[in-house]
């Protein structure tokens, strides 16, 4: 499909070859529908335990500095892990807005052109699609899930996008609102993993969690609702992008759309 992201080649040596630990532990932490159950109830247990996060003891000798610049910072004042959602449909100028940090610094199709975010070694490995949930735009878009493509900027559909009760369950919420959008990023790690080895995991969750920085602070500036999930079932999320294990890796997915008022 054109525009699509590339694809490992038959020679293309196996990471599990060069990280055979780091897809061990990746396989002790990947959710399915009777280990969720399990997750449910861990969560509940210390949802009713006090908790106080750490605080080292050198802490009190801390040399005050000045106050944070509010017009710098305000944006990140404003953000909000918010799973209530308003009504309307996004156009495409709010989903631009939103995956604008993920895309290439030009158009250029130079294998090594380079990203607005970081990644180790310049391997890229994480993709972002998009559940368009509620998008006003080409019809090509409505309930699809597209690949976004950071050299062109652009999106490729490749999958009907299921309608939101159904969705919700694949990612395990229970959220009644449906979000304009829900982006979910997928790690190809082989590149990753044969240049840096086992270290080469710690980068896939870095470089996740870099993309899921951008996207909160995207959210925060424009005053959107947003959350990451991080519930989902595993081999159903790489279903639905017609994917599979051990190749990629279902990394984190994150849920926005306009406030609810």
């Not at 240049?195 to 080469?200: F, L, V």
């Amino acid at each position: 499909m054109t525009g699509a992201p590339p694809q490992m080649s038959s020679s293309d040596p196996s990471p599990f070859d060069d990280a055979p630990l780091f897809h061990q532990f990746w396989d002790n932490g990947v959710l399915n529908p009777s280990r969720a159950l399990a997750m449910r109830e861990r969560i509940a247990h210390d949802a009713a335990r006090m908790y106080t996060p750490p605080r080292p003891v050198h802490a009190a000798a801390g040399i005050g500095l000045p106050a944070p610049s509010a017009a710098r910072n305000a944006a990140w004042h404003d953000r909000r892990s918010t799973r209530c959602f308003g009504p309307q449909p996004w156009s495409l100028s709010e989903l631009t807005h939103l995956l604008a940090p993920l895309r290439a610094r030009d158009a250029s199709s130079d294998a090594m052109q380079t990203r607005l975010l970081p990644s180790g070694g310049g391997k890229y490995p994480v993709q972002a699609y998009v559940a368009l949930c509620r998008i006003d735009g080409p019809s090509a878009l409505h309930n699809r899930i597209a690949w976004y493509d950071p050299a062109r900027h652009a999106l490729t559909p490749v999958a009907p996008c299921p309608e939101w009760p159904t969705l919700a369950r694949t990612l395990g919420v229970d959220w009644s609102d449906t979000p304009a959008v829900v982006v979910l990023l997928v790690a190809e790690s082989a590149g990753t993993l044969v240049k840096y080895g086992e270290r080469g995991g710690r980068f896939l969750l870095i470089e996740a969690g870099v993309h899921l920085g951008a996207l909160g602070y995207q959210a925060a500036e424009a005053g959107w609702a947003g959350s990451a999930i991080a519930s989902f079932d595993d081999g159903a999320v790489l279903a639905l992008l017609g994917l599979s294990a051990p190749r990629h890796l279902a990394m984190l997915a994150y849920a926005c759309g306009p406030a609810a008022d």
